[in-house]
């Protein structure tokens, strides 16, 4: 096909059928023969484009959807895990005796080097 648009191409395609109905001459049912052929050539081309793009669009709304239904899991188990954090009791802070404790305790686990 051209590189003109398929719409413009049926436009004329319509103009030079009217054109063909319109003559009078020997060659007017020739004309119109082509002029059909043509438009019906143009108007399936001009479906595929349509077919083409409606089957693009249906594939990028299944993937939008797949997306939603992740980003809406994600977002239950965030509100799962705040819960369960809210229901967990305040730690308390440590006094000194507890903290130089706990280093001491790390300090054993590692072979009594400071971290």
Not at 11 to 27: F, H, I, K, N
Request: aromatic fraction near 0%; proline fraction near 2%.
């Amino acid at each position: 096909m051209n590189k003109r648009s398929v719409k413009k191409q049926l436009a004329q395609a319509l103009s030079d059928a009217e054109a063909a109905m319109a003559s009078t001459d020997e060659l007017s049912g020739m004309r119109m023969k082509l002029s059909q052929t043509r438009l019906s050539t143009l108007n399936k081309v001009d479906q595929r484009k349509h077919d083409k793009k409606v089957i693009r669009l249906a594939k990028e709304v299944t993937r939008l959807k797949a997306e939603l239904n992740q980003t809406r899991a994600e977002l239950a188990d965030a509100r799962a895990e705040i819960t369960r954090l809210q229901a967990m009791p305040a730690a308390k802070p440590l006094s000194e005796l507890e903290r130089v404790l706990a280093t001491y305790e790390q300090q054993k686990q590692n072979g009594g080097v400071q971290q």
